[in-house]
């Protein structure tokens, strides 16, 4: 596989410095993207990163993935509005060890000479002087160069600070480092990064008389205009226990005709003519979102497993099928749970469900998803509201222990997509 090539057709090159195509036709090179442990999981907007690491790697280069131990403690500036608030070294060093333990999930550290290897500079700057750094570093790389980044500029006018501003240099030693140790030609990361980047690329020039080169992918944007891996609940996360294999799985399948023909191309690693098909497909049955589906298959089964994707599906089949009421009574808590994350939820005593509890009065006195009785019998009668994906018909139904699933919980809708669900205790 041509490293270059492949990303041309995926759309996954913004920018690249002359001369690293050639670098990387004549063999193996070792190459590095760095991740800030900002938080305790990487999100869907480092998995860009992470794939383009294993494009890399696929294509018989060595990756190096840089966790940034040190820089985590300075903050990056591009592409900030504001200055980020700086991490205590007890929540930076679980968020490294977080962040250590995803990318092993990614890529392959035993594969022979091209096995991934995981770094964090905090190892190389935690002995290392202020004045050792300003001295030996700070002065082959100007003000006026510094000052010249966008991630600068765009900043000066609602303040930077000095901690920020030399965030380019250090992640720039990070480069050289990696260089003259390690023998790595090449750093990737997002467009936002290309100034930090060729910083690098400068220092090694300035300090090593080497030659080193950069190259960046695009920032991944929605169609709608919306931020990609931004939900109403926040970032879509990697770890299972911030964003739910259900809520990853239907990220995906949410995404628009426009956004999944990019992403099936970036998120994936189907062959082109696979892509190809599936899009003709698409496009005679729309209905279908077969690219939706094979998109959502093949990301989530990488990052969670074969078994959350399967329930996954069966959960959609539950909420959208026609035959979600009897699959509802199967369906174990944790994932009811998982479903039903975000939706408003309601408590109950058991001892009124006991002895019966009308459905008007359940919808209105009991639960407030309805605001008054009236109301309720109006939605009822016109056939608006189900109990446990069952269209309630009759005002005069009551509602007991017999309809509970798992012997604890009531799923109300109201209309299409207005979910309640309601727990008895």
Known sequence: MNFIEELRWKGMIHDMMPGTEELLSKGMVSGYIGFDPTADSLHIGNLVQIILLMNFQKAGHKPIALVGGATGMVGDPSGKSEERNLLDEATLNHNVACVKKQLEKFLDFDCGANSAELVNNYDWFKNMSFLEFIRDTGKHISVNYMMAKDSVKKRLETGLSFTEFTYQLVQGYDFFHLYKNKNCRIQMGGSDQWGNIVTGTELIRRKEGGEAFALTSPLITKSDGSKFGKTEKGNVWLDAKKTSPYQFFQFWMNSSDEDAKRFIRIFTFLPKEEITALESEHEKTPEARILQNALAKDITVRVHSESDYNNSV????????????????????????????????????????????????????????????????????????????????????????????????????????????????
């Open 314 to 425: 069966e959960a959609s089949q539950i909420l959208f099928g026609s035959d979600a009421a009897e699959k509802l009574k199967t369906l174990n808590e944790k994932l009811l749970l998982e479903i039903m994350d975000g939706v408003p939820q309601m408590n109950i005593s058991r001892a009124e469900l006991e002895a019966g509890v009308n459905v008007v009065e359940l919808l209105s006195d009991k639960t407030s998803i309805l605001p008054s009785r009236g109301e309720a019998r109006k939605m009822v009668t016109a056939g608006g509201v189900s109990l446990n994906k069952l269209k309630l018909t009759d005002v005069a139904q009551n509602i007991t222990s017999s309809n509970l699933l798992q012997g604890k919980y009531l799923l109300v809708q109201k209309g299409k997509k207005n979910y309640y669900l309601v727990i008895v205790e």
